[in-house]
Nanobody, 121 residues
């Protein structure tokens, strides 16, 4: 599967953004999808994952209660709704997918190119 992430931008602290991850092909509903981010000078950080059916999700403690991952298999798209944004959320955000992946795993072999940088001021 090929992934295309979009939706980053400039936002004030306390604001919201929604990121999208559009997938190619007709097997998107077989892929578990996750969101990661990487801030300048820092390692890539796991944020959230959603199962292929959408029935199971898991979040990093740093975003739990503020970010929501979802998917629309009919549109071959996954989303990350980000609310109550903080300056420390400034990063480039990536989506990733794994065929029949587990939401407890951190192994994802398909990656999008990353959104334009999200900057929270």
């Amino acid at each position: 599967v090929q992934l295309q992430a979009s939706g980053g931008g400039l936002v004030q602290a306390g604001g919201s953004l929604r990121l999208s991850c559009a997938a190619s092909g007709r097997t998107f509903n077989r892929y578990t999808v996750a969101w990661f981010r990487q801030a300048p000078g820092k390692e890539r950080e796991f944020l959230a994952v959603i199962s292929w059916s959408g029935g199971s999700t898991r979040y990093a403690d740093s975003v739990k209660g503020r970010f929501t991952i979802s998917r629309d298999n009919a549109k071959n798209t996954a989303y990350l709704q980000m609310n109550s944004l903080k300056p420390e959320d400034t990063a480039v955000y990536y989506c990733a997918a794994e065929l029949w992946g587990s939401t407890t795993s951190a192994d994802f072999r398909s990656w999008g190119q990353g959104t334009q940088g999200t900057q929270v001021t």
